[in-house]
């Protein structure tokens, strides 16, 4: 789905920072997550890619920084609130993000995007479909947020489907420039979903359960 994202204030620069990376939850894997790894290795090799396709144009400067927030790049849903494998409902996580910017003299940097989302549905799960629920922000590094906006996700899954991968495609993020030595280091972009504070608390002790979690294992 094509998004857009327009910032009309000018900006200015500020000092780096960036999000702490993910953490994988240590276990032997089985037949199934080796399976899963697979797939997750295959992914990351077509995300490996970090530009997304842009006219050519040299730019006056380097791109505005694109990241995940680690607090908020997944979402798991608990019923009653018990973090337990078997009370999982809706899952969500942030799989990799393609970015490119471009500008020039005056001109304001303009970013193009794409993010890849993995949703799953765990055992509490009620319906077939979910609206999930993500935000973009544009920050000044290390300092203040200068704007940010959600945006909704709607997901449906198929009968038996525990999990499925949406695209969504960020047309054009502008940043005005305040003179024409701003440069886009200046500046970061953040994604993550509109999480909970216990949400976001569980992200930042490196919990996780797998989409599937609570689910029986077939008869072998």
Do not use: H
Not at 33 to 42: M, P, S, V
Not at 108 to 117: A, D, G, H, S
Not at 147 to 158: E, G, I, R
Request: aromatic share 10%.
């Amino acid at each position: 789905m094509r998004r857009s994202l327009l910032l009309a204030a000018a900006l200015f620069s500020a000092v780096v920072t960036l999000p702490a990376a993910s953490f994988a939850q240590g276990q032997r894997p089985d037949s199934g997550d080796q399976d899963e790894a697979k797939a997750k290795k295959k992914r990351d090799e077509a995300w490996s890619d970090t530009q997304a396709p842009l006219p050519a144009l040299r730019n006056a400067g380097p791109c505005p920084y694109v990241k995940v927030l680690y607090d908020a790049g997944r979402m798991v849903e608990f019923k009653d609130d018990k973090e337990a494998s078997a009370n999982v409902g809706y899952t969500g996580e942030i799989q990799g993000i393609s970015a490119g910017c471009q500008y020039k003299g005056a001109d304001p940097i303009k970013v193009k995007m794409e993010i890849l989302f993995e949703l799953g549905k765990g055992p509490q799960a009620q319906g077939s479909s979910k609206t999930y629920r993500y935000w973009i922000a544009v920050t000044q590094r290390n300092t203040a947020v200068i704007t940010k906006q959600y945006f909704d996700l709607p997901v449906n899954f198929a009968s038996g489907q525990d999990r499925v991968y949406a695209t969504e495609d960020i047309a054009e993020i502008t940043i005005p420039r305040a003179t024409m030595a701003t440069s886009g280091s200046n500046f970061e972009i953040l994604v993550g979903f509109d999480v909970t504070p216990q949400m976001a608390a569980f992200n930042r002790e490196g919990k996780r359960f797998r989409v599937n979690a609570g689910t029986a294992a077939p008869t072998q």
